[in-house]
């Protein structure tokens, strides 16, 4: 069982969990647990696909950097000085890379948030709250699609009759007569849309949604597991084993076996959706095997 197939609400709290604690975390040792662990998931999730986002983000991480350090002055570790005079100090570029970096990372976990957060989860978590959010949500991605294929569709069609063909002039009239069309189709579509929704009974007071989600007995263990990490990385936080100072000059609490435990409880909650997902192939294989 992949970590996507467990209960929404569980892909939310821990999205919610690693997203703050990359953000408010500002320990190198958090950040780097961060976003190699998302990192790996990523890849895990979108195979090669993802090597190149993860790539460019740790280049623009870097880039931001440099960045960084060369209009922002602090620190009494000075590198090397730039082309108009101002000197690199250690302090700011760390900092540098440690904003870059955190930005790096939760770019990367989003990225896992959009492939493991499905449209139907999102109307689920919505439908709880917000139950018009929902339908308006459900409306929305579903329109979106349709809008994509009914545009090529379109363009299709006028090209079949000659339209665009020419210079630029011609290509730019085409494509706003093409824009205009699809403008008035959607607002047909969304009118349409609207008229059948209420037809339904949408907008009827105690209306349910239909789910196929259920929480059962592995959802309850990935609670727990989920919790008692999140309470040890809070645990760091309130000990103030999660920060470091920058500015004048680099400091952070010293590093003992308490630290040790911290820093294991914030990796193996990083690491929570990506062994999911291994230990459920892992036995899913298994089982394949033992029927062979």
Known sequence: MRFSDYHPGINFCFFAAALAGTILFRHPVYLILSLCTATLWSMELKGARALAFDALALLLAALFALWYASYHHFGVTPLWTNRVGNEITLESLLYGLMLGGTIAAVLVW?????????????????????????????????????????????????????????????RCKNRIRLFSGMVTWTLDSIVALSDAMRSRGAALKGRTAYSLYRFDHRDRTLVIALFTLITLCMMASLLGQTRMQFDPMLHFSPITAVSAIFFAAWAALCLLPLGTDLLGGFLFRRAQLQQH
Do not use: M, N
Not at 125 to 131: D, E, K, M, N, Y
Not at 151 to 156: E, H, L, Q, V
């Open 110 to 170: 989003l990225s896992c948030l959009h492939t493991v957060f499905t449209a139907d989860k999102t109307v689920y978590l919505a439908g709880r709250i917000a139950p018009k959010l929902a339908l308006f949500l459900a409306i929305l991605l579903r329109l979106v699609p349709r809008i994509k294929t009914q545009w090529r569709r379109t363009a299709a069609a006028r090209r079949g009759i000659g339209c665009g063909a020419g210079g630029l002039p011609e």
